[in-house]
Nanobody, 119 residues
Framework: QVQLVESGGGLVQAGGSLRLSCAAS????????LGWFRQAPGKRRELVAH???????FHADSVKGRFTISRDNAKNTVYLQMNGLKPEDTAVYYC?????????????WGQGTQVTVSS
């Protein structure tokens, strides 16, 4: 069983930056597909960014150019660098992992970390 623990959320003013971290257990971290999702009150959960085991990345249009996903396999950690934050980025952010890039669904989820952006 893989455990994911997020950290780095908080309250920030519009235009500010935060870096979220997600530490994962498990020996196969380098093979995981990893994603960051967010869910704002009253809205559906949405994929923010994904990074494949080989390092290729995807970022949603709403965050492209502002957010960057990265991974450090030596530390079993995935990051989400968030710059130029906007009030509409306010949400609970979750990291998620797939056992491999071939999996269609994410197998594991973290507990979430709150990000609040004030105007």
């Amino acid at each position: 069983q893989v455990q994911l623990v997020e950290s780095g959320g908080g309250l920030v003013q519009a235009g500010g930056s935060l870096r979220l971290s997600c530490a994962a257990s498990g020996r196969a971290f380098s093979r995981y597909g990893l994603g960051w999702f967010r869910q704002a009150p009253g809205k559906r959960r949405e994929l923010v960014a994904h990074i494949w085991s080989g390092g290729s990345t995807f970022h949603a249009d709403s965050v492209k150019g502002r957010f960057t996903i990265s991974r450090d396999n030596a530390k079993n950690t995935v990051y989400l660098q968030m710059n130029g934050l906007k009030p509409e980025d306010t949400a609970v952010y979750y990291c998620a992992a797939k056992d491999s890039d071939d999996e269609r669904e994410y197998n594991y989820w973290g507990q979430g970390t709150q990000v609040t952006v004030s105007s």
